[in-house]
């Protein structure tokens, strides 16, 4: 069993859709972080959180310390925001253990 | 104030070649991670840097890989006598404080030919 899971493994949606995407992990975390890659390859920092909830335009994170889960939310989604979106923990020194990620289509 | 660089983006290398692979941290940075990724596989963590120290090397290959973070310049993975299965993507990220948020370069598409 994988120390980060994710699911779905794929998504898709049709513009305009509320998608959720869940990570749960079963190591003790410093912070657990959402990243977003592009076909391209690129790799981008959607959040960084330790506890609670974040937002971000239309991107809300939360995270469940207790149940070891968190969430990422995308509201009114759009077809740029296809892409992989990849769950990651910080474990001892720093170092980031990632799930297989989340590859999500949006229709237009 | 520019961020994660690395070069080159693409490195074609023959069997038994040597790769160098290089990692620019954003500005203020003293602290770089150098993760891999393998075709149609997830990332995976190699190494741990911090200004001339390694700091976790677990992740690493024992043979054939290396990495430096020198007082001056940047961070260099290199791979020695490369074989087909080190065709990957090499990404480096690097963060201001241990913990803190990790940024990330646009990776390095390694190709053994």
């Known amino acids: 069993k994988n120390e980060v899971e994710q699911s779905p493994q794929n998504l898709t949606a049709q513009e305009g859709e509320f998608i959720t995407i869940n990570c749960s992990y079963s190591?003790?975390?410093?912070?657990l972080h959402w990243l977003q890659q592009h076909p391209g390859g690129g790799i981008v920092s959607l959040f960084m959180?330790?506890?609670g909830k974040k937002k971000h335009g239309r991107l809300i994170a939360t995270i469940n310390i207790q149940e070891k889960h968190s969430s990422l939310h995308i509201t009114a989604s759009h077809p740029r925001d296809s892409a992989v979106y990849i769950c990651?923990?910080?474990?001892?020194?720093?170092?980031?253990?990632f799930g297989e990620g989340t590859q999500l289509t949006v229709n237009p | 104030n520019a961020g994660v660089m690395q070069n080159p983006r693409h490195l074609v290398r023959r069997r038994g070649q040597e790769a160098r692979l290089r990692c620019s941290p954003m500005?203020?940075?003293?602290?770089v991670y150098w993760y891999r990724q393998l075709p149609e596989e997830g990332l995976k963590f190699m190494v741990y840097?911090?200004?001339?120290?390694?700091?976790?090397e677990s992740g690493m290959p024992k043979e054939r890989f290396s990495a430096e973070f020198p007082k001056e310049g940047p961070s260099i993975l290199r791979i020695q006598q490369v074989v087909r299965g080190d065709s990957a993507a090499y990404f480096c990220?690097?963060?201001?404080?241990?913990?803190?948020?990790?940024?990330f370069g646009p990776g390095t598409r390694l190709t053994v030919t």
């Open positions: 190591v003790g975390i410093s912070a």
């Open positions: 840097l911090q200004k001339e120290n390694i700091i976790d």
């Open positions: 990651a923990v910080g474990t001892s020194g720093s170092r980031l253990t």
């Open positions: 990220a690097s963060s201001l404080t241990r913990d803190s948020e990790q940024y």
């Open positions: 959180l330790s506890s």
């Open positions: 500005k203020g940075h003293s602290h």
